[in-house]
């Protein structure tokens, strides 16, 4: 599956963003979807995954209750709506996904096969 991701920019502290990523090839419904965040000379970090049939959302703690995972099978896309934004959210954010992932390995980079290409986001306080 080919992922596309889209929707970064430059924000001020406290404004909202939506990123968007768009897959191609089959059986999107089948695939556990997440979002990642990475700076420069940092690992790449867990934000938010969604399941398959759109159940159930995990999300890293730096960001409950400000982000939302959604999911529209219908089109193959998810989104990731970024609201009240901090500094410390400026990253490049990577959609993933994977299939067969288990709940305990869902925070892990290790656990998704396909890749977007990422979209930057920068937030100023």
């Known amino acids: 599956v080919q992922l596309q991701a889209s929707g970064g920019g430059s924000v001020q502290a406290g404004d909202s963003l939506r990123l968007s990523c768009a897959a191609s090839g089959p059986s999107f419904r089948t695939y556990t979807m997440s979002w990642f965040r990475q700076v420069p000379n940092e690992e790449r970090e867990f934000v938010g995954a969604?399941?398959?049939?759109?159940?159930?959302?995990f999300y890293a703690d730096s960001v409950k209750g400000r982000f939302a995972i959604s999911r529209d099978n219908a089109k193959d896309t998810i989104n990731l709506q970024m609201n009240r934004l901090k500094p410390e959210d400026t990253a490049v954010y990577y959609c993933?996904?994977?299939?067969?992932?288990?709940?305990?390995?869902?925070?892990?980079?290790?656990?998704?096969?396909?890749w977007g290409q990422g979209t930057q986001v920068t937030v100023s306080s």
């Open positions: 969604i399941k398959g049939n759109g159940g159930s959302s």
């Open positions: 993933a996904a994977g299939r067969t992932i288990i709940n305990s390995a869902i925070t892990s980079d290790q656990a998704y096969n396909y």
